[in-house]
């Protein structure tokens, strides 16, 4: 499988760490970021201009207001897009390709732990999932409003997560903890109840560690009276219809 990655900039930067097992060419314009990426990757074959499509399976990572700008020649053998609110009608009247796939990847694809939605033809299914699987998890979703959906809550999340971190931070440096150590508590903190939440229900990890009339309820009725959880419903809500926008 002959892959294209168009575009290096953050998101598919991050990608590449993960790509280097497979026969991979990527395009990018900007000599100072080429010369990056030859110093991270001195092995990748870097180009400045976009071949024939023909030949492979083309994953696009350029800014979604570069897309118009883009001059492409050949069929593809498949496309994965990680444009961010473009939809696979837009992008099947720009680009030829046998088969398309939508895929929203996040942040943590710097350290191969992204959370990556996709959504498209099932024949590309296995072939985008193993591609995209090389920076993490991948989610096949059925549609493309689920996908809509899912950039909030894999997306935009990752921002409002660090938003609680500092927020923690915050809280323990107030008491007098220093703030060196208390990033690394958090760092930790979220680490630890990601693997426990992979098999056990958010609501009994809750109960478990809140004992009556203790510190755990205290700090829930206080977060409670900030509205944190309603908060939160109003930003998945925001970022879905943001996403609606694009």
Known sequence: MKLLLIGAGNMGGAMLKGLQSYDITVVEAYPKRVDELKNLYPNLN??????????????LAIKPQSLESLHVEGRAKGLISILAGTKLEKLKAKIDAKYYVRAMPNMAALVQKSATSLCGDVELKEKAMSVLGTIGKCFWLDSENELDIATGLAGSAPAWLALVAEALSDGAVNLGLKREITYKYIAML????????????????????TSPNGTTIA????????????????????????????
């Open 46 to 59: 870097i180009v400045d201009t976009i071949p024939v499509l023909d030949d492979y399976i083309v994953i």
């Open 219 to 246: 700090g829930i009725a206080k977060l409670e009276e900030g509205k944190v959880r309603d908060g939160f419903i109003k930003a998945m809500k925001a970022s879905y219809e943001k996403t609606k926008e694009m």
């Open 190 to 209: 979220f680490e630890g109840v990601g693997v426990v939440l992979q098999d056990e229900h958010p609501a009994l990890l809750k109960d478990k560690v």
